[in-house]
């Protein structure tokens, strides 16, 4: 399975700043996906980046708060705008085929203060 | 009820003990995953798997596809073997579904 670079790995962020995410995978892969931690909570999926076009969101979640960029089949990033201290949490990326299954970034933990 | 059901929520053991972690799920799959989630958050994929058992060095991870649970083994645990750890799955859309973690804490 692919290998994926996930940076930063952690972050603190003074509130209604911006912190761009990104994961870098070592193979084209056809899916890319982003996921959440908050404080105490399992991980949670916040959208499906799309190669070349706009991301699919899950309920709860808006493109105005957390904009998703895939520009190729190797690398997506992910903004957090506009930051509260309700954003603190664990951002967590995921890539993969349906052949080769999926692997996942080591997280990005996000303090915001 | 959630898809992804771990086993226990909380685990304490004696350093050289053998732990096992466990995990149920609800729904077809075409992996599943086991993840240690250290306690400055990152995250480590210990194994993918389909069918059958791997190994990996003190850590082995079964799966059994029809039961539809797979287990986490960890041999001669070791204090820094405390983390969290995370069962989760894909569909074959790819999506991960997780689990909600189990908390190991290994006392030397």
């Known amino acids: 399975s692919a290998v994926i670079s996930q940076k930063p790995s952690r972050d603190i962020c003074q509130r209604g700043t911006s912190l761009t995410i990104q994961c870098q995978v070592d193979s084209q892969v056809t899916m890319m996906f982003w996921y959440r931690q908050q404080p105490g909570q399992s991980l949670t999926l916040i959208a499906t980046?799309?190669?070349?076009?706009?991301?699919?969101?899950e309920s709860g979640f808006v493109i105005d708060k957390f904009p998703i960029s895939r520009p190729n089949l190797t690398f997506s990033t992910l903004t957090v705008s506009n930051m509260s201290p309700e954003d603190s949490s664990i951002y967590l990326c995921?890539?993969?085929?349906?052949?080769?299954?999926?692997?996942f970034g080591s997280g990005t933990r996000l303090t915001v203060v | 009820k959630n898809e992804v059901e771990q086993s226990p929520q909380n685990l304490t053991a004696q350093e050289g003990e053998f732990i096992t972690i466990n995990c149920s799920y609800s729904?077809?799959?075409?992996?599943l995953h086991w993840l240690q989630q250290h306690p400055g958050g990152g995250i480590v994929s210990l194994f993918m798997?389909?069918?059958g058992k791997k190994k990996h060095g003190r850590l082995i991870a079964t799966i059994n596809i029809q039961e539809k649970h797979s287990s986490l083994h960890i041999t001669a645990s070791h204090p820094r073997d405390s983390a969290v750890y995370i069962c989760?799955?894909?569909?074959?859309?790819?999506?991960?579904?997780f689990g909600d973690g189990t908390t190991l804490t290994v006392k030397p």
């Open positions: 980046a799309n190669q070349g076009s706009e991301a699919t969101y």
């Open positions: 798997l389909s069918s």
């Open positions: 729904v077809g799959i075409s992996a």
């Open positions: 989760a799955i894909n569909t074959n859309a790819g999506k991960s579904t």
């Open positions: 995921s890539a993969g085929t349906i052949n080769y299954g999926y692997t």
